[in-house]
């Protein structure tokens, strides 16, 4: 079984060295224009170079140790309030959608305070520019762009993010915004299996004829393993695959 703690340590191992390689990549490559310049006898554009590759690496480092701490609450949360009633235990291995969906939910917030502080200091230079421009429908792009952003990003949260599988030896725990379903595999008498343009796709049917429906274009993260693990247990509790 996975264990959640390793798990995690090899997460922040992997960002802190996702972190020197940008950082390498931001020194290195401004050296390299830096002495190209120098030979070609131009330097005033370093500075400007300067600030736009270092406003993307840091940009880009909140963006990655946002993903990494939106995953530990993620993880928090579901260990304090989630897991009563479940009969998880201490071990589980845990099937979701990727983590970069996560991404999305940090850029928009970040371009909505871009947007807010671009206002306001609009607002503080030329306070009747700005009332004028709003009134001819200057800012309506802008706004109808962070709306858009808004509504993307809660269409994949209910869709994506909310999604999550706990199983075990005993048991597959799927959980959703709407709904939380538990069946252990002894209690699963079909297992239908669906292939479709590089998309899988589980329909687990009980005695009752409950199912419930597991597609890798949504659950991407860990699909391979529980793939694998499907199989295993079907094995085992004697489950027909079709």
């Not at 970069?100 to 928009?108: D, G, K, P």
């Amino acid at each position: 079984m996975i264990n959640k703690k390793k798990s995690t340590k090899k997460n922040d191992t992997s960002n802190s060295m996702v972190i020197k390689v940008m950082l390498l990549g931001f020194l290195g490559g401004n050296m390299i224009y830096a002495v190209i310049a120098f030979l070609m006898g131009d330097m005033q554009y370093i500075p400007e170079v300067l600030t736009k590759t270092g406003a993307c690496l840091v940009i880009h480092t909140i963006l990655l140790l946002g993903v990494t701490a939106l995953e530990h609450i993620e993880d928090r949360n579901w260990r304090i309030k989630n897991r009563v009633g479940t009969d998880l235990g201490s071990e589980y291995k845990t099937l979701k959608c990727s983590a970069t969906y996560y991404m999305l939910y940090i850029s928009t917030f970040l371009l909505t305070l871009m947007l807010i502080a671009f206002l306001y200091l609009w607002y503080q230079d030329e306070r009747e520019t700005l009332i004028e421009s709003y009134r001819n429908g200057g800012l309506t792009t802008d706004i109808v762009y962070i709306i858009f952003m808004y509504l993307v990003s809660i269409y994949c949260f209910f869709r994506y993010t909310c999604q999550k599988v706990f199983y075990t030896e005993l048991s597959i725990y799927h959980v959703s915004f709407f709904k939380k379903e538990k069946v252990t595999w002894s209690q699963i008498q079909t297992i239908k299996y669906r292939y479709k343009k590089k998309k899988q796709k589980f329909i687990f049917t009980t005695h009752d004829h409950k199912t419930i429906t597991l597609r890798s274009d949504i659950l991407y993260d860990g699909w391979a393993d529980f793939e694998e693990y499907v199989l295993d247990m079907a094995d085992i509790y004697e489950i027909a695959i079709n």
